[in-house]
């Protein structure tokens, strides 16, 4: 879709808040952040339109959680998440994201009380500890960051999230009195589990990533590695356009 057919589109439907979702989603869908800048700035700017003319909880809270992964300014996403808040002040995911764009910022108070809050709300994701320690970390208090680093290993233990928790902590730098299992040989996975985390970043729906993510596990290293080539060909077919997402699906099975 090219800048004109986006400008026609958008003048034709000038208060649709539904039709300009849709319109951000296969922009979405379309671009690499990294090589078309301009069509991720034009999906930023209908995911916008889409979530002030909508104006709920959801609708900002998924806005924002897309300008992340179209790297847009966290100043940006803290403001959408901020407005699902305002709509829904337990809304998991938003307290999550705000906390996210707050760290990214330098405001690790504000993002400790979304980390905090999140937890309270029933987050079970090791990865909220894990941030809530580099808040920690960067405030100078080292003592209530090592509280949070062993509460994120204890919980990840035996998760697909174990080895982003501990590689999270060895790259701060001394804690490593809590990783008595980093010096072990490598994980041969771990690859594999990097090509999903990129999968995700890029778009791919979170149902499917967690669906890559049990098929991983569950298969030897010889028989992931297979399978995940595999699945390698079918996402590239999807972000050039010649596969539908219902066939990515059923693919991936």
Request: proline content about 5%; hydrophobic content about 35%; some cysteine.
């Amino acid at each position: 879709m090219n800048r004109e057919e986006i400008l026609q589109r958008l003048l034709d439907n000038p208060q649709d808040g539904n039709w300009f979702f849709r319109l951000a989603e296969s922009l979405f869908r379309e671009l690499d952040p990294n090589r078309d800048r301009e069509k991720a700035l034009w999906a930023a700017v209908c995911y916008l339109l889409a979530a002030h003319f909508q104006d709920d909880a959801r609708t900002w809270g998924v806005v924002g959680s897309r300008l992340r992964r179209l790297r847009m300014s966290p100043r940006l996403q803290k403001d959408c998440f901020t407005k699902a808040l305002e709509r829904n002040p337990h809304d998991l995911q938003s307290l999550i994201g705000r906390g996210m764009a707050s760290m990214r910022l330098g405001e690790y108070r504000e993002a400790l009380r979304d980390f905090e809050a999140a937890c309270r709300n029933g987050d079970p994701s090791p990865l909220t500890r894990l941030n809530m320690g580099r808040c920690w970390h960067s405030l100078g208090n080292s003592d209530r960051a090592r509280e949070c680093f062993r509460e994120a290993l204890a919980m990840s233990q035996g998760s697909p999230d174990f080895d982003r928790v501990r590689e999270g902590i060895r790259q701060l730098g001394g804690y490593e009195d809590l990783l008595p299992a980093v010096g072990g040989a490598p994980d041969p996975k771990a690859p594999l589990r990097a090509r999903i985390d990129e999968m995700a970043r890029l778009g791919l729906p979170q149902d499917l990533v967690a669906r890559l993510q049990e098929g991983v596990e569950a298969r030897s290293v010889e028989e992931a590695e297979k399978f995940m080539e595999a699945v390698t060909r079918y996402w590239d077919l999807y972000r050039q356009g010649s596969l539908k997402e219902e066939d990515l699906r059923k693919l991936i099975g």
